[in-house]
Nanobody, 124 residues
Framework: QVQLVESGGGLVQAGGSLRLSCVTS????????LAWFRQAPGKERESVAT????????SYADSVKGRFTISRDNAVNTLYLQMNGLKPEDTAVYYC?????????????????WGQGTQVTVSS
């Protein structure tokens, strides 16, 4: 069994920053790629950023490129998302997710493990 627990969400003004964390526990060796997804009210859950098992490869949604940075520290089983230059359209529930695939997918269907989510609200 794998557990993922996010933290770090909150309310911030436009232009501000937040750092999300996701601590993984349990059978973490079952996961290789990790990712952050987000879901705004009335919208589908979308990929924000992904990172390979060793952190050597990352990918970002076009909407967050240059503003968000994904990283992981395998020594402490933690995934991070540094979010700078936040915009009101970044408001959503942010989820961390883990995949057992041998590549790092962007499709949510390839992620078997999910956290409970953390709310990020950006005011204008």
């Amino acid at each position: 069994q794998v557990q993922l627990v996010e933290s770090g969400g909150g309310l911030v003004q436009a232009g501000g920053s937040l750092r999300l964390s996701c601590v993984t526990s349990g059978r973490t060796f079952s996961m290789r790629g990790l990712a952050w997804f987000r879901q705004a009210p009335g919208k589908e859950r979308e990929s924000v950023a992904t990172i390979s098992w060793n952190g050597g490869s990352t990918s970002y949604a076009d909407s967050v490129k240059g503003r968000f940075t994904i990283s992981r520290d395998n020594a402490v089983n933690t995934l991070y998302l540094q979010m700078n230059g936040l915009k009101p359209e970044d408001t959503a529930v942010y989820y961390c997710a883990g995949s057992s695939a041998y590549y790092t997918p962007t499709s949510r269907r390839m992620y078997e493990y999910w956290g409970q989510g953390t709310q990020v609200t950006v005011s204008s």
